[in-house]
T-cell receptor
Framework: DTEVTQTPKHLVMGMTNKKSLKCEQH?????MYWYKQKAKKPPELMFV???????INESVPSRFSPECPNSSLLNLHLHALQPEDSALYLC????????????FGPGTRLTVT | AQTVTQSQPEMSVQEAETVTLSCTYD???????LFWYKQPPSRQMILVIR??????QNATENRFSVNFQKAAKSFSLKISDSQLGDAAMYFC???????????FGDGTTLTVKP
């Protein structure tokens, strides 16, 4: 199984809502990532979890809150988002945080109204 | 800081022809990996090919091959016998071994003409 799954595929939320994005992998990978991607742009790294601990936070606003309940799951909790936060949110995993390529999920298309 | 430059925002190729996408990078590290990722429209990003910096031999995956010039810090992707399914945005990425993250280029949008 070389798949990273993400739910939901699409999400529309108001600026006062609280929602969560979910990501799951069963490849035994020990690093998991959240990226934000705008149209026709490269993915921008948000967070990295290494062995279930937050290792990198790219100065992401606190309205985004990551959580790694176990080695297979990664959540991104959203609260009080702004319209400019509308984007494709990608989850990825890699066998090891230091080396190897990343496997990407299909993403969640988020629209903030 | 690491930088990755893809100087071709858009490229096009005729079906069955060969196309080369360019990528240059800047790093002071000696141990790193280079990747090409493919992201078709509204579809998942997937790895195309990987190159370890310590390997002199250029990586090859079926119709995809790279020209890795370490001294010049160049890492181009050659796609042979282009197919309609190759149409996508291609990202070049660089990852140093002690870092937990990759640096991506801005991408090249490849169009394949039938």
């Amino acid at each position: 199984d070389t798949e990273v799954t993400q739910t939901p595929k699409h999400l529309v939320m108001g600026m006062t809502n609280k929602k969560s994005l979910k990501c799951e992998q069963h490849m035994g990978h020990r690093a998991m990532y959240w990226y934000k991607q705008k149209a026709k742009k490269p993915p921008e790294l948000m967070f990295v979890y290494s062995y279930e601990k937050l290792s990198i936070n790219e100065s992401v606003p606190s309205r985004f809150s990551p959580e790694c309940p176990n080695s297979s799951l990664l959540n991104l909790h959203l609260h009080a988002l702004q319209p400019e936060d509308s984007a494709l949110y990608l989850c990825a995993s890699s066998q090891d945080p230091q080396i190897y390529e990343q496997y990407f999920g299909p993403g969640t298309r988020l629209t903030v109204t | 800081a690491q930088t990755v430059t893809q100087s071709q925002p858009e490229m096009s190729v005729q079906e069955a022809e060969t196309v080369t996408l360019s990528c240059t990078y800047d790093t002071s590290e000696s141990d790193y990996y280079l990747f090409w990722y493919k992201q078709p429209p509204s579809r998942q990003m997937i790895l195309v090919i990987r190159q370890e910096a310590y390997k002199q031999q250029n990586a090859t995956e079926n119709r995809f091959s790279v020209n890795f010039q370490k001294a010049a810090k160049s890492f181009s992707l050659k796609i042979s016998d282009s197919q309609l399914g190759d149409a996508a945005m291609y990202f070049c990425a660089h990852k140093i071994l002690r870092a937990g993250k990759s640096t991506f280029g801005d991408g090249t949008t490849l169009t394949v003409k039938p």
